[in-house]
């Protein structure tokens, strides 16, 4: 509501007082125009921005279902032509410009992988041999992050499931495990260093437990010995440095290239080959 206040004037001459109407200061119809199109501009420029970013995002996992899609016929690298390598490697160049230059987030890193594709000559030969001889298998391959409380480092245990039919479980008879440890360098770049080697988890076939303690004879003390020896059977070995065998092994660069939710892509620094691993359920060792 517009008011107006009454104000005398007293001219010179002392006469009358004439009284003027004054009204006060109201935006006018171009000023609330402005003021209009400022406060339509900020909330258009609110809603452009989460429609960029869930167009981003959409993208992002659009790219990622293209690349599981590339890799899911190669037996995790195994089989694959140089024209599927080329796709394999642009899609995943692609996906590492989202999070290029951001530093990695070690909570987000925290917990198992499980290995979909690598190019690291150092597990295709564990594939090749599995393919080339009837007595070796290689089931899942997994990397396990602890790091969820720490500042510039934690753990990495490479885990290899393997087995030897007839004589252990399918696929997952026996536990080949590579601990490191791995240190911070740069906003993507983790150190490890390497620190044991050990054979685990042990799990014998139902035709080996039959041979060692068949089930329709009386089980002896010695046969149930030796099936309690077999399944919680532990070798280790301490990685030293060939060079000098009272220090550790001089490990390598890790890049961590992309890291989400549900993916995770890095490369051995050094031509060792790239990784995609996808977040697995974690287990215990």
Known sequence: MNMAFATSLYPATGKRPIFKIIKPF?????TRRNFTVRRNFSCSATVATDITARVSEFDIENQKNDLLRLVQDTQRGLVTTPDQRSCIEEAIVSLEGYTRGESVDLV???????LQYTSAPDV???FESAARFPFFQVGQIFQKFECRD????GVIRNVVKWSIPTLLEEQEGATLLVSAKFNVV???????????ISIQNIRISEELQALV?????????LSLQIL???RTFKAQIPVRNPGDP??????GLYYLSYLDHNMLLGRAVGGGGVFVFTRAQPFDL
Do not use: H, M
């Open 26 to 30: 109201t935006r006018n119809a171009a």
């Open 108 to 114: 987000l890193l925290d917990g198992t992988w499980r």
């Open 124 to 126: 295709l030969v564990l």
């Open 150 to 153: 720490q500042s510039d480092g």
């Open 186 to 196: 740069s906003a993507r770049n983790i150190y490890l260093q390497f620190e044991e």
């Open 213 to 221: 303690a068949p089930a329709l004879l009386p089980r002896s003390f």
């Open 228 to 230: 309690q020896f077999i």
């Open 246 to 251: 009272g220090r550790r092994s001089v490990g």
